[in-house]
């Protein structure tokens, strides 16, 4: 296809009960003939990523980055965004491939960015929520948030979050050789160092849903990851290295 306008990135592994509906059901919503589809396959053993390449054979909009091993989705993501900005994407979104994000949602962000840096699909923020959670997973998500609320001194109520659409120009500036984290962490970096770099940062109020199908990718290892990370972050905008 031409140069894309937004491209959708989506991490997988494992997910061979969720990617064809996915990638048919934003198919849907999005402007096939200017937007696309990327599908980053961390080297899936369950055949992700060979449902990925017969998809991307059938659907023009559709292209497959496959990468050896599962890192993170930090690296994932990184990973797919150097691809997408090198196809010359001026929009580039972070979604779940699990329908926990709403399809019929992105075109919003997409709209949202028109005056915006950053657009977050939020959870807390009026209008939003979670839906399918129990006690201990709103806790522990919602208290995530308000400790690197907290500890980073910002008003962006849903920093976990990874329902998101960039601009390049945001990308491009907060220089992602530099983004360290590699779990859910990354949600949270990637959205402070466009804060301190003073961009334009818009929640738009989502319903999270819990996944359907497959197994959830959330592991003690990866809260922990953002427990030392936020601090971490801090510590480096004061000493200026942010």
Excluded at 11 to 39: I, K, S
Excluded at 148 to 167: E, I, N, P, S, Y
Aim: glycine letters at 12%; aromatic letters at 6%.
């Amino acid at each position: 296809m031409s140069v894309p306008r937004a491209v959708v990135c989506l991490p997988t592994y494992n997910e061979r009960e969720n990617l064809e509906a996915m990638v048919r059901a934003l198919g849907e919503v999005l402007d096939t003939g200017r937007d696309a589809v990327l599908v980053i396959d961390d080297g899936s053993p369950d055949g992700t990523g060979e449902i990925a390449d017969r998809l991307a054979a059938e659907l023009p909009w559709v292209s497959v980055l496959h990468r050896e091993t599962k890192e993170g989705i930090g690296p994932a993501y990184v990973s797919g965004f150097r691809q997408a900005l090198g196809d010359g994407a001026e929009l580039l979104l972070e979604m779940d491939c699990d329908f926990s994000h709403d399809p019929a949602d992105v075109p919003r962000l997409i709209e949202a960015a028109g005056d915006a840096d950053l657009v977050l699909g939020s959870r807390y923020v009026q209008g939003g929520g979670t839906r399918n959670w129990g006690l201990v997973r709103r806790f522990v998500s919602r208290g995530g948030c308000l400790y690197a609320q907290v500890l980073l001194g910002v008003r962006v109520r849903d920093l976990t979050g990874g329902f998101k659409c960039f601009r390049r120009e945001t990308l491009e500036a907060i220089d992602l050789d530099a983004v360290a984290a590699r779990g859910y962490g990354f949600q949270i970096e990637t959205t402070y160092r466009a804060l301190r770099k003073g961009l334009r940062v818009r929640e738009l109020p989502i319903t999270f849903v819990e996944r359907r199908e497959g197994d959830s990718k959330m592991t003690g290892s990866i809260v922990l990851e953002a427990v030392w990370r936020v601090p971490l972050l801090r510590l480096h905008a004061l000493a200026g290295r942010l």
